[in-house]
């Protein structure tokens, strides 16, 4: 990947503007524009590689979610790259515990492994969507609330899902 030019004392705006526009590419009735994604990847790695790791105090809460994002959005590569800077950012308070869990999930399921904290629904063909499966079922709400995520029944209702352990 070849890094762009960034103005360091502009990264808290160009964040802002790569959230809104990977959120826009995130639609309901949209497709991912994996252009789009590239995209905004170059620009948050050229910050971070140019600029230092983004912090709450410099870039705000929306930055530092963009950077949370993009790297989420990111290929397996660049999320193993980038997750130990976002562990860092979460224990210190840069980012939601939350984050840590949805990429170590992601990252768990990628390398075939069960997933910590129930975050990540697969689907099958055309079929419905369906939890990964997770390890240590019985005590995934003790770990959910440890990362400050809610309940893993009220999780999956917002997809139209019930927990079966």
């Known amino acids: 990947m070849s890094l762009i030019e960034v103005n360091c004392d502009e990264v808290k705006g160009l964040l802002e503007k790569i959230l809104d526009i990977d959120q826009r590419n995130r639609t309901e009735d949209t497709q991912i524009n994996y252009d789009i994604d590239r995209d ?5 790695i050229s910050i ?8 709450k105090e410099k870039v705000g809460e929306k930055g530092m ?7 989420q959005h990111a290929s397996k590569k660049i999320r193993a790259t980038y997750f ?10 840069d980012l ?6 949805l990429m170590e999930d992601r990252m768990l399921m990628e390398n075939g492994q069960k997933q910590k904290y129930g975050s990540q629904l ?8 369906t939890l990964y499966p997770i390890e240590d079922p019985e005590n995934i709400n003790k770990r959910r ?11 999956l209702k917002h997809f139209g899902l019930e927990y079966a352990p």
Request: charged share 20%; glycine share 12%.
């Open 145 to 155: 609330a440890a990362m400050g995520l809610g309940s893993i029944e009220e999780y």
């Open 84 to 93: 130990p800077l976002i562990k860092q950012s979460a224990e210190k308070g």
């Open 122 to 129: 697969v689907r099958t063909g055309d079929g419905p969507l």
């Open 48 to 55: 971070i590689e140019k600029c230092g790791w983004p912090t």
């Open 40 to 44: 905004n990847q170059i620009k948050v």
């Open 65 to 71: 979610e963009s950077v949370f994002l993009v790297i």
């Open 96 to 101: 939601k515990l939350g984050a840590v869990a």
